[in-house]
Every structure is written in structure tokens, then in C-alpha cells.
């Protein structure tokens, strides 16, 4: 039975995936990308208990993390053109 | 005040992460939490916005109601996806906010964004720029009961 | 572990997946990048909490169910930060949505 929820979270990925290969628009592929990862969370605690090996929950902890993180940071670069401040850019564009 | 709790918090989370309680973890885990706060201290985020200690049992009241919104509108979204003729009418518009302080607006918006069907795309002083799926949903929150629930959660200071 | 318990979190499970299945088919059918979003928000809310929901009946009171609830946690605080940078760096990028009714003028003139 948590072999049909994996089948269904792996179905769900593949569509994300095909989301993001289509995407028009970078920020179609941006969000395309954070499905993804939160559907990895989700595929990553029910192998856990697939496999019995409670040990993948903490993998999925630090991927829900790291995911946010990465969805920012892309879109920061995409809204600013790099990953400090928008003043540095401006500044930059000047000199 | 939010120094300790801070600590108090951080190390429950390391206990709860863990799951091994022999003494060199535990003593190692109090460590790194005191480090963790007193480098946040330097950084001066360590307040009560940073942590609302003063919010935390008003939650038992509010979250109920939130998960049961986000299950009926959840549900809305699927019928929408499911139906072959897909009868979206995107609506811009925007929300008054009743909120006092910035915690309060920023959990409307996050609320908002929250529940499938609505997504707040600007915050800005007194009002929200929501992008809703459908003018249903549009409506529902120009009703303003979640407005009303939030600014009663937020409370009076 | 009594039989109800466990018919109930096979539920979850099942419906979980489901709605996660169904939010990246809105992700395909959306015509465009906001309407999208709100797909998107099926899988992350009612999917992931259901799956979540589901492997904690599995679990039972144990330090498993607590590692459950926190990334259910982590995923509900943390998801619509990520939708909101979204939708404001797409409207601040010149992305126009496609709308049925525009009622965000009035208020602004």
C-alpha cells in the first residue's frame, strides 16, 4: 500500500517534470521546480516507511529546507540579476 | 524572556531530532542551542516578532478553522481542475487588511496564500493585491470573516 | 495495530496521492503561469498533508510521528513564502495575468 502512494507521488513528479520542460516562462519552470521538491519530501518520507528505514525523515527535513531556500534564491536572481543586494546591480549598470 | 524561550525551544528540537539521550548529546545539544541564540542575539533578530511566544495558544483556536478552509477550498480547486470545460475566472483585487501589526498582516497573507484558490501577490500598507482562481473566491474573501479571524487571533496588545 | 486505524491511514495515503496527482495535472491544464499557482497549491496543502497524516496513523506515538508533524510544519509555513516570491517576482517582471474581471484599480487610482 505505500507502494501505491509512491506510485502516485511518482506520477505526480513526472507531470511537474513535464511542467518544467514546457514552461514558457522562467517562472513556470520556478514553480514547476518547488512542486517537484515538495512532492521529493513527500516521495522521500513514504520510502522511508517502504524500506523501514526511519532514517529517510531526516533526509526529507533537510530537503523541505534546502528547497525553500533554492526557490528563493533562483528567484532573486531572476528578479535582480544576482544573489545580494539590488543596490550592487544599480551600481553596477552605472560604472 | 525570548532569550530562554529560544533556547528552550531550540534544544527540544535537538532532543526531538536526535532521539538519542546519553549525556555527551544532551550536553551537545545545549551547547549549540545557547550558541545558535547568542549568535542570533549579535545579529539583534532575536524579539518578538522573530519568535511570538505571546501568539502560541490562540493557535489552538485558529488552526482548526484554517486546515478546515484550506480542506474546502482544496476541494473547490480539484472540482475546477477535474472539469473538462475548466471554468476559471481569474479576478485581481484588492483586500482590506484590519491587522495592527506586521505579524498580523503577514499571517492574513500567508493564510490567504495558503488556501488554494487565492494567492496574495503584493502586500502593501492596509491592503493585499490577491490574485484569486475564481470570482467565487474573490468574494469569500471580501466577506472578510478570515480578515476578522486573523485580527481576533492577532489580539490586543 | 487495530484494523480501523489502519484502513484510515490507508485512506490518507490513497486520497493524499491522489490529490497530489491531481495538482500537477492542474499544473499541466492551467493556461497560464498564475491560474498555475493555485494548482500547485492542491499538492502542497491537501496532498502533502494527507500523505503526512496518513504515515503518522502509521507510526503511532513515537519520535517518528513527531519528525512527521515537523516537516507538515516546515511544508505549510514554508510553501506559501515560496508561492508569494513567486507571484510578486512574475508580477514584477512585467508577467500580466490573464483575467476574467480586474478589480484591483478602483481602490488605486
Given at each position: 500500500m505505500f507502494g501505491a502512494a509512491a506510485a502516485a507521488l511518482l506520477v505526480a513528479l513526472a507531470l511537474a517534470l513535464t511542467r518544467a520542460c514546457l514552461g514558457p516562462t522562467v517562472f513556470d519552470r520556478a514553480l514547476a521546480a518547488n512542486t517537484?521538491?515538495?512532492?521529493?519530501?513527500?516521495?522521500?518520507?513514504?520510502?522511508?516507511f517502504l524500506t523501514d528505514r526511519p532514517e529517510f525523515l531526516d533526509l526529507a527535513i533537510v530537503y523541505g529546507l534546502l528547497n525553500v531556500v533554492g526557490t528563493i534564491a533562483v528567484l532573486k536572481y531572476f528578479e535582480y540579476g544576482n544573489l545580494g543586494d539590488p543596490?550592487?546591480?544599480e551600481e553596477e549598470s552605472k560604472a | 524572556m525570548?532569550?530562554?524561550?529560544?533556547?528552550?525551544?531550540?534544544?527540544?528540537?535537538?532532543?526531538?531530532?536526535?532521539?538519542?539521550?546519553?549525556?555527551?548529546?544532551?550536553?551537545?545539544?545545549?551547547?549549540?542551542?545557547?550558541?545558535v541564540v547568542l549568535l542570533a542575539r549579535r545579529m539583534e533578530v532575536v524579539d518578538h516578532e522573530g519568535h511570538p511566544i505571546h501568539l502560541s495558544w490562540r493557535l489552538v483556536t485558529y488552526w482548526p478553522w484554517l486546515f478546515k478552509e484550506i480542506a474546502k477550498s482544496a476541494w473547490g480547486v480539484t472540482k475546477i481542475i477535474l472539469n473538462p470545460r475548466l471554468p476559471i475566472s481569474p479576478t485581481l483585487v484588492r483586500v482590506p487588511t484590519s491587522q495592527k501589526s506586521t505579524v498580523g498582516v503577514v499571517t492574513y497573507a500567508n493564510c490567504i496564500t495558503l488556501t488554494p484558490g487565492t494567492i496574495s501577490v503584493e502586500v502593501k500598507e492596509g491592503e493585499i493585491l490577491v490574485h484569486a482562481l475564481t470570482r467565487e473566491s474573490a468574494d469569500g474573501l471580501l466577506e472578510g470573516e478570515m480578515d476578522r479571524r486573523v485580527t481576533r487571533f492577532e489580539g490586543r496588545r | 495495530m487495530s484494523v480501523f486505524v489502519d484502513a484510515v491511514s490507508w485512506a490518507c495515503l490513497i486520497a493524499g496521492g491522489v490529490f497530489c496527482v491531481i495538482g500537477a495535472v492542474g499544473l499541466i491544464r492551467m493556461p497560464e503561469f498564475f491560474t498555475r499557482i493555485h494548482a500547485a497549491g492542491v499538492t502542497d496543502t491537501l496532498g502533502a498533508g494527507l500523505i503526512l497524516l496518513g504515515l503518522m496513523l502509521q507510526a503511532g506515538f513515537t519520535l517518528v510521528a513527531v519528525k512527521l508533524a515537523m516537516i507538515g510544519v516546515l511544508i505549510l509555513f514554508t510553501s506559501p513564502t515560496a508561492t508569494h516570491a513567486l507571484a510578486k517576482a512574475?508580477?514584477?517582471?512585467?508577467?500580466?495575468?490573464?483575467?476574467?474581471?480586474?478589480?484591483?484599480?478602483?481602490?488605486?487610482p
Open positions: 517537484v521538491g515538495t512532492i521529493a519530501v513527500l516521495l522521500l518520507a513514504v520510502i522511508g543596490g550592487d546591480a | 525570548y532569550t530562554l524561550s529560544s533556547i528552550l525551544v531550540l534544544f527540544v528540537f535537538w532532543l526531538l531530532l536526535s532521539g538519542n539521550f546519553t549525556a555527551f548529546l544532551i550536553a551537545a545539544g545545549a551547547g549549540s542551542a545557547i550558541g | 512574475g508580477l514584477a517582471r512585467g508577467l500580466k495575468p490573464l483575467l476574467a474581471e480586474d478589480r484591483s484599480k478602483p481602490s488605486n
